[in-house]
């Protein structure tokens, strides 16, 4: 699996690209070739979880880009869920890329001072072989964290076989996350890993989180230009279960 902040398909390589390269964010320039290598990046993978994922604005030349990746990728299956839009300029999405059809793909707005933030959950496999996939992308304010991190333990409090992945804005041993461990089965990362920023990452800010697998290669890889690396892990249920079902 794959988890990865695409940021919306544009470059950044240092801090003064927030300020000099500003224009990325609102025009389409670049960002189709970045694509192209997002989708090779994600290609190895047998799902992708996707945040800051542009649904169709001015700044992705009006392209879904989790749709062009999923084409472009290779995947069958593909789904995102909007959150965020300011005019037609630019939006942002959660995404999800497979090769496995979901049973089930469910949307959920996330609380907070400012709206805008959702999680994804998308179910696969039947019976015990069945699993959860949530994929979301947390506010920058630690309140606004708390609480979000409250209603996604209200939310997984029952499932058993889960994979939560995302950007969480903070590492994960940060305060706010421990109504999240208690309410869920949901163990952190087996280690912390430096995903931010991307041309010198120092704070650990991206994660995968799991119940009811084995947790095997754990490793950040460049996500094509943007300010977070991305997050593969590979996952082996526990249990009976074989992986191909799972």
Not at 10 to 34: E, I
Request: with cysteine; aromatic share 8%.
């Amino acid at each position: 699996m794959l988890s990865a902040n695409i940021q919306a398909g544009h470059s950044t390589r240092a801090y003064r690209d927030y300020v000099v390269r500003g224009w990325g964010h609102v025009l389409p320039n670049g960002k189709q070739r970045n694509l192209d290598a997002l989708a090779e990046l994600a290609r190895p993978f047998d799902i992708v979880g996707l945040q800051e994922s542009d649904p169709g604005s001015l700044r992705s030349g009006f392209t879904n880009q989790t749709q062009a990746l999923a084409e472009r990728g290779g995947f069958p299956f593909w789904s995102h869920q909007p959150n965020r839009r300011v005019s037609r300029i630019a939006s942002s999405a959660n995404g999800l890329l497979s090769r496995v059809s979901p049973t089930t793909v469910l949307d959920y707005a996330l609380p907070g001072r400012l709206g805008g933030r959702g999680v994804m959950l998308a179910r696969f496999g039947e019976g015990e072989a069945a699993w959860t996939l949530a994929v979301t992308h947390l506010s920058l304010g630690v309140a606004s964290r708390r609480q979000q991190l409250d209603f996604l333990g209200e939310l997984l409090a029952d499932e058993t076989r889960l994979v939560l992945m995302g950007d969480f804005n903070c590492p994960a041993t940060s305060r706010e996350f421990e109504g999240l461990y208690r309410r869920t089965a949901l163990m952190p990362p087996p280690e912390p890993i430096a995903t931010f920023p991307s041309w010198g990452p120092t704070r650990s800010l991206d994660h995968v989180f799991t119940a009811g697998f084995r947790v095997g290669e754990y490793r950040a890889l460049p996500a094509a230009g943007s300010d977070h690396m991305a997050v593969a892990v590979t996952l082996e249920p526990l249990g009976n279960v074989s992986p191909a079902a799972a």
